[in-house]
């Protein structure tokens, strides 16, 4: 736990200056209300000899005492109110700052993590986290600090008081921490498990809710809200132990205060009669106890929130400590004038553990040039394509881009230069002028119609509740297949890439559409180097060159008419497809 709370504490990078101050002002808290007890003990130590001295004496010195004891409260006031206000803002300003630092970093891992994730988890993990952080930068600068600093440092010196008593004090404490490490050493395996289903929580609800067309057309309903239960009653079988063992403490706690001071009283009682305590410091001790019981109360209280929080923090951490499967260069080189010539240089990969996907690919596209990658499902036509924007790195081999490694080039400049439209649509939740704009936010009004033109979009886009400021819901629900495939198309025009990665970028359109569209391709990749991922082989065949893959390897490479009179296995594919066509249209 303490490494944990150490990192916590170390996050605050920019603002240690002000948690330096914070920690002054919490020693000077502390020893301002340490100086409590002491004046409160001398004042009531004072008026029990009144009967022994005189009372211009008694005025004179108990004026002393309560002018300094009035002078210590009000300054304690002043020092708990900075402290506590910038305590506030250090908290605040720091949460939102961790909350940035784990979303960028989220967002710059590649598919291997990203694959493993899931969505809805990682959202409870970064929110969940980023409280528990907050919390504990809030109680540890607010309060926490200076119950340190009075039982580490302001306790001992009580022994220059009364060692006797001081010693009875020190006993209490420990007894009183003990207690509270006993409990949190019983509860931290179930906390651990309650805090993990908690999050299996999260993601199955984010599961069925992203899929919940799914979940009404098959009538899993009943399902989804039974396994959703089920891992509610994990919750529960695993947290009420939990809970059982933190009540108890807490009575416990409630009552220390009371039995600390009945203690001192005790004690003391028996050491006045010895003559071995006065009454200043049975007084003072007892206010000792008060303000240290209460301060401890208030650390196990803070030790409980930590405690419940020590997953969550574990679980923020990981995915901060998640290293990217595709690191950039010490010193990446920016892509710049880039001409578009990529070559695959005996290039293998394979997922960590598995079989290899790609074994030694080896091609050029030239600039300017169009190759079409065609195979069964799960040839590698769609992984070699992933290995040229870098989702993941090949095994052994190279790809270069104008001759430079795109491993020493830098992500952002890489994907810069690479325009994709995909099998799958992927919109955001915003509306149709900020889709269109993710590769190119400068774009004006008059660019962005001519894409949606060329890409047989605007007229749809027109009819729309509100033109291109319409929303297009999650993942673009509230639209067709066909017209989010045509708004990807238009956001690849948009950008104007000197590379360009059509992954079956008309499989959602019509036969009808599909030939607007495929016009409008036609000009987009004139003078480009395009790479088109196609099934439908009627879309290849105008590429300068086609390359058949089978189980990881280029089996074939030619024109569409070369590779159709060699009588290989893309002429096997082409009669495949042709006789499928005729049985539907005989079927039709």
Same mark, same amino acid.
């Given at each position: 736990?303490?490494?944990?709370?150490?990192?916590?504490?170390?996050?605050?990078?920019?603002?240690?200056?002000?948690?330096?101050?914070?920690?002054?002002?919490?020693?000077?808290?502390?020893?301002?209300?340490?100086?409590?007890?002491?004046?409160?003990?001398?004042?009531?130590?004072?008026?029990?000899?009144?009967?022994?001295?005189?009372?211009?004496?008694?005025?004179?010195?108990?004026?002393?005492?309560?002018?300094?004891?009035?002078?210590?409260?009000?300054?304690?006031?002043?020092?708990?109110?900075?402290?506590?206000?910038?305590?506030?803002?250090?908290?605040?300003?720091?949460?939102?700052?961790?909350?940035?630092?784990?979303?960028?970093?989220?967002?710059?891992?590649?598919?291997?993590?990203?694959?493993?994730?899931?969505?809805?988890?990682?959202?409870?993990?970064?929110?969940?986290?980023? $409280?528990?952080?907050?919390?504990?930068?809030?109680?540890?600068?607010?309060? +926490?600090?200076?119950?340190?600093?009075?039982?580490?440092?302001?306790?001992?010196?009580?022994?220059?008081?009364?060692?006797?008593?001081?010693?009875?004090?020190?006993?209490?404490?420990?007894?009183?921490?003990?207690?509270?490490?006993?409990?949190?050493?019983?509860?931290?395996?179930?906390?651990?498990?309650?805090?993990?289903?908690?999050?299996?929580?999260?993601?199955?609800?984010?599961?069925?809710?992203?899929?919940?067309?799914?979940?009404?057309?098959?009538?899993?309903?009943?399902?989804?809200?039974?396994?959703?239960?089920?891992?509610?009653?994990?919750?529960?079988?695993?947290?009420?132990?939990?809970?059982?063992?933190?009540?108890?403490?807490?009575?416990?706690?409630?009552?220390?205060?009371?039995?600390?001071?009945?203690?001192?009283?005790? /004690?003391?009682?028996?050491?006045?009669?010895?003559?071995?305590?006065?009454?200043?410091?049975?007084?003072?001790?007892?206010?000792?106890?008060?303000?240290?019981?209460?301060?401890?109360?208030?650390?196990?209280?803070?030790?409980?929130?930590?405690?419940?929080?020590?997953?969550?923090?574990?679980?923020?951490?990981?995915?901060?400590?998640?290293?990217?499967?595709?690191?950039?260069?010490?010193?990446?080189?920016?892509?710049?004038?880039?001409?578009?010539?990529?070559?695959?240089?005996?290039?293998?990969?394979?997922?960590?553990?598995?079989?290899?996907?790609? $074994?030694?690919?080896?091609?050029?596209?030239? +600039?300017?040039?169009?190759?079409?990658?065609?195979?069964?499902?799960?040839?590698?036509?769609?992984?070699?394509?992933?290995?040229?924007?870098?989702?993941?790195?090949?095994?052994?081999?190279?790809?270069?881009?104008?001759?430079?490694?795109?491993?020493?080039?830098?992500?952002?400049?890489?994907?810069?230069?690479?325009?994709?439209?995909?099998?799958?649509?992927?919109?955001?939740?915003?509306?149709?002028? $900020?889709?269109?704009?993710?590769?190119?936010?400068?774009?004006?009004?008059?660019?962005?119609? +001519?894409?949606?033109?060329?890409?047989?979009?605007? =007229?749809? /886009?027109?009819?729309?509740?509100?033109?291109?400021?319409?929303?297009?819901?999650?993942?673009?629900?509230?639209?067709?297949?066909?017209?989010? !495939?045509?708004?990807?198309?238009?956001?690849?025009?948009?950008?104007?890439?000197?590379?360009?990665?059509?992954?079956?970028?008309?499989?959602?359109? =019509?036969?009808?559409?599909?030939?607007?569209?495929?016009?409008?391709?036609?000009?987009?990749?004139?003078?480009?180097?395009?790479?088109? /991922?196609?099934?439908?082989?009627?879309?290849?065949?105008?590429?300068?060159?086609?390359?058949?893959?089978?189980?990881?390897? /280029?089996?074939?490479?030619?024109?569409?008419?070369?590779?159709?009179?060699?009588?290989?296995?893309?002429?096997?594919?082409?009669?495949? !497809?042709?006789?499928?066509?005729? +049985?539907?249209?005989?079927?039709?």
């Amino acid at each position: 736990m303490l490494t944990i709370y150490r990192r916590v504490l170390a996050m605050l990078g920019a603002d240690r200056k002000v948690a330096w101050l914070l920690g002054i002002g919490n020693i000077l808290v502390a020893g301002l209300q340490f100086l409590d007890p002491v004046l409160f003990g001398r004042v009531i130590g004072l008026l029990s000899k009144s009967d022994q001295i005189s009372h211009a004496q008694l005025w004179h010195d108990a004026r002393y005492l309560l002018g300094m004891w009035i002078v210590v409260g009000g300054v304690s006031i002043l020092a708990n109110i900075a402290t506590a206000l910038q305590a506030e803002r250090l908290a605040h300003r720091n949460r939102l700052a961790a909350m940035s630092r784990f979303f960028a970093h989220v967002l710059s891992l590649p598919s291997s993590f990203h694959g493993q994730a899931h969505s809805g988890r990682l959202i409870k993990v970064m929110l969940s986290g980023a $409280d528990s952080l907050f919390a504990i930068w809030l109680l540890f600068f607010r309060e +926490q600090l200076a119950t340190y600093v009075a039982t580490l440092v302001l306790l001992p010196l009580t022994l220059f008081l009364n060692w006797r008593l001081s010693i009875s004090l020190i006993v209490l404490v420990v007894l009183f921490c003990i207690v509270t490490i006993i409990v949190i050493r019983r509860t931290e395996i179930g906390q651990s498990t309650a805090e993990r289903y908690q999050s299996e929580l999260a993601g199955t609800a984010q599961d069925a809710l992203a899929n919940v067309v799914v979940v009404q057309s098959f009538a899993r309903l009943q399902s989804e809200a039974a396994l959703f239960g089920g891992i509610v009653r994990q919750v529960i079988a695993h947290q009420f132990p939990v809970l059982n063992w933190w009540a108890v403490v807490n009575v416990l706690t409630r009552a220390a205060s009371t039995i600390a001071v009945i203690s001192i009283v005790i /004690i003391g009682t028996l050491l006045h009669v010895r003559g071995q305590a006065s009454v200043t410091e049975i007084v003072s001790f007892m206010g000792f106890a008060q303000l240290l019981i209460g301060r401890l109360e208030s650390a196990m209280s803070f030790a409980s929130r930590l405690f419940f929080s020590k997953p969550m923090l574990n679980d923020f951490f990981e995915v901060l400590d998640a290293s990217s499967s595709v690191p950039e260069a010490a010193n990446p080189v920016a892509l710049t004038d880039v001409r578009g010539e990529v070559r695959f240089e005996d290039v293998s990969f394979a997922y960590p553990g598995g079989p290899r996907i790609l $074994d030694g690919v080896s091609f050029t596209a030239k +600039q300017g040039q169009s190759i079409a990658l065609v195979g069964a499902t799960g040839a590698g036509k769609s992984t070699a394509m992933s290995l040229l924007q870098r989702q993941w790195d090949p095994i052994s081999g190279r790809i270069t881009i104008d001759g430079c490694d795109i491993t020493d080039i830098s992500l952002d400049s890489l994907r810069r230069s690479l325009g994709v439209v995909f099998q799958e649509s992927l919109l955001f939740n915003r509306s149709i002028r $900020d889709n269109l704009r993710v590769g190119r936010p400068d774009a004006s009004d008059a660019e962005l119609e +001519q894409a949606c033109r060329l890409a047989e979009a605007h =007229d749809f /886009i027109l009819r729309q509740p509100q033109g291109y400021d319409t929303m297009v819901g999650e993942r673009g629900a509230t639209l067709s297949g066909g017209q989010r !495939q045509r708004l990807a198309i238009a956001r690849a025009l948009l950008k104007d890439p000197p590379i360009l990665i059509l992954d079956e970028a008309t499989s959602a359109l =019509d036969a009808a559409t599909e030939a607007l569209v495929s016009r409008a391709m036609a000009t987009l990749m004139r003078g480009r180097t395009s790479f088109i /991922i196609a099934h439908r082989l009627s879309t290849v065949r105008d590429a300068d060159e086609i390359l058949v893959f089978e189980q990881g390897r /280029i089996v074939e490479r030619g024109s569409f008419d070369a590779l159709v009179a060699a009588q290989g296995a893309f002429a096997k594919l082409v009669r495949t !497809q042709l006789s499928g066509a005729a +049985q539907e249209h005989a079927a039709e």
